[in-house]
């Protein structure tokens, strides 16, 4: 293991072992304190967030964008001392610190037993909704985690959601969605963290106007199961409990080829994504290139014609 590999797993093993044990204004009070710190300092991540966010508030002033970046800064790290501190909280804090919407899309499902899917984007503290889901309807669940370096922390944030009662398969190895799929069949729940894919197999979808890249696996998976595929959005407000919401199911189309039916059925996905996030731009940590012009200008609309001039 590299030196830099030994310092990112050192650190995130110290978060763990001392945030969760820090009591909870300590905790706030530090979150907010490094997020304000990273945010003054400007790196990379915070000038790619002002940049994603220029995309979902169009005409946006650059105080503006400053401010939510700040904003997104805090609700960031709100995210991690949340995280670093789930694994002490007490089966009741836990379900009362999630208050989703229209949940009956998600219960009236599972009733069925047909499987359901819940795709989301990086909105808030999904793990914390998954362990509500876990906790307080009981429901278990499988996902996917992207393998990380080192190899030590993605053992540490695999054993992390375990312990929330999340079963969690690698993302790599190509096993994955054939487990998933073997899941929804049995009238399981999956959840798929799904508004960023920069592999060849990303579907191209229109998000705030631009186009970027999402899964395919979530369409896929519901055309290849016939689990209901539910889009959730998260945020936070003033308390200390976040909110979310279950939106309707994104429908198989009746025609077209597997392909079709999967760039219609991603595209209702990134819409719905779109207007949680929208709502509440603060809460989106998309701290990463996103939209294709970004990952590659030449690919950007009108890059070829610009080019030949």
Not at 145 to 159: I, S
Not at 182 to 187: A, C, I, K, M, Q
Request: charged share 25%; net charge neutral.
């Amino acid at each position: 293991m590299s030196a830099r590999d030994r310092l990112a797993d050192g650190l995130y093993g110290a978060g763990w072992a001392t945030v969760k044990k820090l009591p909870e204004p300590a905790a706030v009070r530090l979150g907010r304190t490094v997020a304000d710190v990273a945010w003054k300092q400007r790196g990379a991540g915070v000038r790619r967030l002002e940049g994603n966010y220029a995309r979902v508030v169009p005409g946006a002033s650059p105080e503006r964008l400053a401010a939510l970046s700040r904003a997104g800064m805090r609700s960031y790290l709100r995210y991690w001392m949340e995280s670093f501190r789930l694994p002490a909280w007490s089966t009741e804090r836990i379900k009362g610190a999630f208050a989703p919407k229209d949940l009956h899309h998600l219960t009236d499902g599972m009733d069925a037993g047909k499987g359901v899917i819940l795709a989301l984007p990086h909105l808030a503290n999904w793990d914390l909704a998954g362990a509500w889901v876990t906790t307080k309807l009981g429901i278990p669940f499988t996902t996917v985690a992207e393998r990380l370096k080192p190899e030590t922390l993605y053992d540490r944030f695999v054993a992390y959601r375990e312990g929330l009662g999340m079963e969690v398969l690698p993302h790599s190895g190509g096993t994955a969605f054939g487990t998933l799929a073997r899941r929804l069949r049995d009238g399981g729940l999956v959840c798929l963290v799904a508004d960023r894919d920069l592999s060849a197999s990303g579907v191209e979808v229109d998000f705030f106007g631009e186009t970027a890249r999402m899964p395919a696996g979530p369409a896929l998976l519901a055309q290849q199961t016939g689990a209901l595929l539910l889009p959730v959005t998260l945020w936070y407000d003033d308390s200390p409990v976040m909110q979310g919401r279950v939106h309707p199911a994104v429908e198989v189309p009746e025609s077209g080829t597997r392909a079709e039916k999967t760039s219609v059925m991603t595209q209702a996905l990134a819409d719905a994504f779109a207007t949680g996030i929208a709502d509440h731009p603060e809460d989106w940590h998309m701290l990463q290139r996103l939209w294709l012009k970004d990952l590659d200008p030449a690919k950007a609309p009108g890059a070829r014609e610009q080019g030949a001039r």
